[in-house]
């Protein structure tokens, strides 16, 4: 399985500064010929279900706001929170979905304020 | 909007079959893999395994030996049994709908106890 390990577990991020989170797999999830990242990243509240904001890496999920962005390739990625909000005060984690199954997940990164 | 609803008993003595439903509303259960994700209280994320509208399946090597899931397309509805639990299958249990391998759209989630 690929193994899928988050940077920092905990985070913590005055209101309007500049959020960073590591996401670094155990082998690429990059796939060559279509030169795709299979990586996405979710945000989770407490008491709710993961809410998608990012896929291929890169790509926000529709009605996510600008100020989340992912970045990065093969193993090593980045989700980055531009101007954190009080609403954005969540775990993240980002998921794997290269090759054969089980897709696992990092273990999750903590934002607090 | 598609909506997915986890249904199914709260308590599963140890040993016993924790069985739940999860409805799909809002769009067909066709052509798309529908998964169970589980997250014991305070941890991360367990991929537990999917079903696909015609009945294909693919589980976590993990759980293998304990999960079936299978799908009713008359119903709209999924389902998972996982057999013998134990304290350690105490969790939330989450229903997903994969996209290309993300999951954009999710059940509320149910969590399971696994208690005497």
């Known amino acids: 399985d690929i193994v899928m390990t988050q940077s920092p577990d905990t985070l913590a991020v005055s209101l309007g500064e500049r959020a960073t989170i590591n996401c670094k797999s155990s082998q690429t999830v990059l796939h060559s010929s279509s030169n795709r990242n299979f990586l996405a990243w979710y945000q989770q509240k407490p008491g709710q279900p993961p809410k998608l904001l990012i896929y ?3 790509t926000r999920e529709s009605g996510v706001p600008d100020r989340f962005s992912g970045s990065g390739s093969g193993t090593d990625f980045t989700l980055t929170i531009s101007s954190l909000q009080a609403e954005d005060v969540a775990v993240y984690y980002c998921q794997q979905y290269y090759g054969s199954r089980p897709w696992t997940f990092g273990q999750g990164t903590k934002v607090e304020i | 909007q598609v909506q997915l609803q986890e249904s199914g008993p ?22 798309y893999y529908w998964t169970w994700i589980r997250q014991p209280p ?6 537990i395994g999917y079903v696909y509208y015609t009945g294909a399946t693919d589980y976590n090597p993990s759980l293998k030996s304990r999960v079936t899931i299978s799908v009713d397309t ?6 998972l049994k996982l057999n013998s639990v134990t304290a350690a299958d105490t969790a939330v249990y989450y229903c997903a709908r994969e996209g290309n391998g993300w ?14």
């Open chain 2, 103 to 116: 999951y954009n759209h999710w059940g509320q989630g149910t969590l399971v106890t696994v208690s005497s």
């Open chain 2, 42 to 47: 305070g941890k991360g994320l367990e991929w």
């Open chain 1, 56 to 58: 291929w890496a890169s």
């Open chain 2, 10 to 31: 709260g308590l599963v003595k140890p040993s016993e079959t924790l069985s739940l439903t999860c409805t799909v509303s809002g769009g067909s259960i066709s052509n």
């Open chain 2, 74 to 79: 008359s119903k709209n509805q999924f389902s």
